[in-house]
């Protein structure tokens, strides 16, 4: 995909969206703006029904999906939890079974989600690329529509949360965006583009999957190994090419956070606003405290994405305790 969704096709989005939810709110917390050093907002998109913000897309595709294809046998997605959990929650709305494929030692939690939303679960592979190939091969074998992670609908659908924070805080400066497979990123780019926002957006990766980080230094596609990291949402391995292009016209500038940093923006997210984060979740506050000292933080007024709260209890424990990562 490489033309982005339009205000109408967001607005339209939104639409189906919040048949299903309400927008989710975006507050400014004065104990981690202390630790910021600067006004930040953050969009909670841990409120939303799976504790993600993929569920706006997975509600837009499906469905469109089920108007278009009544008769359809059956979905299959590959995930490490969240667009699993999207794509489940959305199907059971429309009486569609779900195949989920997960790498093995996934989150339990996440796990035992998808299948409370009715998923038949399979565990294959080392990460997330892996489950894709696996996911591939059974919606050939099967006859099952393949819900990959990265789809117009998928974007126009998650545009919808920056599009709320955009309107509600036109003033913001810049952006800490997560970068997984790029759908977050996608949507980010997409609002400010609809809205002729000047804001600048700051992708961000973990130190353990830097394919995206890569991939802006080259300025070309660079695939780069992923090792285990508390941010496991964001661990891609293979760079998505729409995201690609958009990152290399559109971004300000992609960093990367280490584990130790994300597991401090976790504390700091329960501690200033007793929300609980994921890994993923917390990159793009770690980002912000990383760079405090920068322009683009110093004395600005800052969005940050909190993208998720699923987080299993001992890994929260550890992260806690400090004994995390």
């Known amino acids: 995909m490489n033309q982005l969704p339009t205000l109408s096709d967001i607005e339209a989005a939104a639409v189906i969206v919040y048949g299903a939810m309400p927008p989710t709110p975006q507050f400014s917390w004065p104990l981690l703006n202390e630790a910021v050093g600067t006004e930040a907002w953050v969009k909670h998109e841990n409120h939303t029904p799976i504790g993600a913000f993929k569920v706006r897309g997975g509600l837009v595709h499906l469905a469109r999906l089920a108007a278009q294809r009544p008769r359809l046998p059956g979905l ?11 794509v489940a929650w959305a199907a059971r709305r ?9 790498p093995h030692g996934n989150s339990v939690d996440k796990n035992n989600a998808m299948r409370a939303m009715g998923a ?8 997330v690329q892996d489950a894709r190939e696996h996911a591939v091969a059974l919606a050939e074998r099967l006859g099952l529509h393949m819900v990959h992670a990265y789809l117009p609908d998928l974007v126009a659908g998650v545009a919808t949360g920056w599009l709320e924070l955009l309107r509600a805080r036109p003033a913001l400066d810049t952006l800490f965006v997560p970068m997984g497979i790029g759908t977050g990123f996608s949507g980010a780019v997409a609002a400010r583009q609809a809205l002729g926002h000047g804001v600048r957006i700051v992708g961000v990766v973990s130190e353990a999957a830097p394919a995206y980080l890569s991939t802006w230094q080259a300025r070309r596609a660079v695939e780069a190994p992923v090792r285990p990291t508390i941010a496991d949402g964001v661990a891609c391995r293979v760079p998505e090419p729409a995201v690609v292009a958009l990152m290399l016209d559109h971004a300000d500038d992609v960093i990367a956070v280490g584990d130790a940093e994300v597991a401090a923006a976790m504390r700091l997210y329960f501690h200033a606003t007793h929300n609980l984060v994921e890994g993923a979740g917390a990159v793009a506050l ?12 110093r004395g600005r007024e800052i969005g940050l994405a909190l993208t998720g709260g699923n987080v299993d209890a001992p890994v929260f424990r550890g992260v806690l305790a400090e004994s995390l990562p």
């Open 94 to 102: 429309h009486g569609l079974p779900v195949t989920i494929v997960v």
């Open 286 to 297: 770690a980002a912000a405290l990383k760079l405090k000292d920068d322009r683009r933080v």
């Open 120 to 127: 038949t679960l399979i565990e294959h592979g080392h990460d």
């Open 76 to 86: 299959v997605v590959a995930t490490r939890g969240n667009h699993g959990q999207s």
